[in-house]
Structure formats: structure tokens, C-alpha cells
Nanobody
Framework: QVQLVESGGGLVQPGESLRLSCAAS???????????MGWYRQAPGNQRELVAR???????NYADSVKGRFIISRDNAKNTVYLQMNSLKPEDTAVYYC??????????????WGQGTQVTVSS
């Protein structure tokens, strides 16, 4: 069973930066590399939305609202995915969740979520 643990959230002022980390356990680094990893966020009253995603092959995609400010990366040797968040805005305030997903040729898939870490951007 894959377990994801996020860290790095906190309270910052607008314009500042944070780096979130998501460490995966219960899985070898070779299997971790087969997972697509993503960061999602959910603000009060809103649906959970995709922030950024990095595939097993290293391709990335971002929500329009964070393009040019956030960078997702992964270190397969450490079973960890990161989200570097720069120029933070109050509207970035949310609980940020890590996601791991793997697809099989059979059509089956595996999907895991972390518990989330709070990011608050406020002056």
C-alpha cells in the first residue's frame, strides 16, 4: 500500500515562496518512477482542482492560474515529488494534496492520496 505524506505548508505573505514535498512510502523507487504524480488543491467551498502534474516520463502540465509561478519536480531516487511555489497570491490559499496514479495496460489503475497540507497566503 502506497502512503503519501505532504510537508512544507504554512502561512506566508503575498509574493513569498514555499516548497511542498510529498514523500511516498511502501513502494520501491523503481515502482515509484512508474507513477504519475500530481499536486491538487482545495479551497473552502471549492472543488478539488489540479495544480500541477508530472508523468512517469517527466512531462509536466500546470493549471493556467499557476503557470510561470509554480514548478513541479520529482526525485525518483528519493520517492519524492516537490512543488515550488513562487509569487504566492491570496487565492493560492488551500489545502494541497499529493496524488499518485498508475495506469496498467489492462485498463486498471491505482490511485493514492496524501492527507494534505495547508497553505495560507495572507498579509
Amino acid at each position: 500500500q502506497v502512503q503519501l505524506v505532504e510537508s512544507g505548508g504554512g502561512l506566508v505573505q503575498p509574493g513569498e515562496s514555499l516548497r511542498l514535498s510529498c514523500a511516498a512510502s511502501g513502494i520501491s523507487f523503481s515502482l515509484f518512477s512508474l507513477y504519475d504524480m500530481g499536486w491538487y488543491r482545495q479551497a473552502p467551498g471549492n472543488q478539488r482542482e489540479l495544480v500541477a502534474r508530472v508523468t512517469s516520463g517527466g512531462s509536466t502540465n500546470y493549471a493556467d492560474s499557476v503557470k510561470g509561478r509554480f514548478i513541479i519536480s520529482r526525485d525518483n531516487a528519493k520517492n519524492t515529488v516537490y512543488l515550488q511555489m513562487n509569487s504566492l497570491k491570496p487565492e493560492d490559499t488551500a489545502v494541497y494534496y499529493c496524488n499518485a496514479e498508475r495506469f496498467f495496460l489492462t485498463g486498471d489503475s491505482r490511485n493514492y492520496w496524501g492527507q494534505g497540507t495547508q497553505v495560507t497566503v495572507s498579509s
